[in-house]
């Protein structure tokens, strides 16, 4: 499912929804465990796990560059939001009667030519965490999937600011 993406004031915010069968605990766990995390985002790792506390983005190009991001806002089992560049990155995790729902809010300060590549690289990123989730991931994704995201992202993107 593709992001909704809306204007709102000075920004733009792109939203992801994945709904699961498996309890909050569990999604959570995928989200925030490094061991986790490293599976569906090779380049994020949590070194302070509360509000105002660190990730580290990871460039993983041999380079040893990283760059820390500061937890704007967290609460345990259910939010966790972090600085991404100019941008703000928040996961919300949320039961349900049946498992619980994961959104993911980007709020886009600017709209860039970089800004598809970010949404489909979130679009790519969320697919691996529902395999991860699920139990089934076996191996990530080829630069054609990414491709195929990409072009429908800057198709969104576009429309939007026309």
């Given at each position: 499912?593709?992001?909704?993406?809306?204007?709102?004031?000075?920004?733009?915010?792109?939203?992801?929804?994945?709904?699961?069968?498996?309890p909050v605990e569990v999604v959570w766990g995928v989200l925030t465990k490094n061991d986790q995390l490293t599976k569906w985002m090779s380049h994020l790792e949590i070194t302070?796990?509360?509000?105002?506390?660190?990730?580290?983005?990871?460039?993983?190009?041999?380079?040893?560059?990283?760059?820390?991001?500061?937890?704007?806002?967290?609460?345990?089992?259910?939010?966790?939001?972090?600085?991404?560049?100019?941008?703000?990155?928040?996961?919300?995790?949320?039961?349900?009667?049946?498992?619980?729902?994961?959104?993911?809010?980007?709020?886009?300060?600017?709209?860039?030519?970089?800004?598809?590549?970010?949404?489909?690289?979130?679009?790519?990123?969320?697919?691996?965490?529902?395999?991860?989730?699920?139990?089934?991931?076996?191996?990530?994704?080829?630069?054609?999937?990414?491709?195929?995201?990409?072009?429908?992202?800057?198709?969104?993107?576009?429309?939007?600011?026309?």
């Open positions: 499912m593709l992001a909704s993406i809306t204007k709102s004031n000075n920004e733009y915010i792109a939203v992801y929804e994945r709904s699961f069968n498996q302070d796990l509360r509000k105002d506390g660190q990730i580290i983005f990871n460039y993983n190009d041999g380079s040893n560059n990283f760059e820390k991001m500061k937890i704007t806002d967290f609460e345990d089992q259910s939010v966790i939001e972090f600085e991404w560049g100019k941008n703000i990155v928040r996961f919300e995790v949320h039961p349900t009667e049946t498992g619980s729902i994961l959104l993911l809010k980007e709020f886009i300060k600017e709209i860039t030519n970089h800004t598809p590549k970010d949404l489909a690289g979130w679009h790519m990123c969320l697919n691996v965490f529902k395999d991860v989730v699920n139990g089934t991931a076996n191996q990530l994704p080829n630069n054609d999937e990414w491709e195929k995201w990409y072009k429908e992202y800057i198709h969104i993107v576009g429309a939007i600011e026309k």
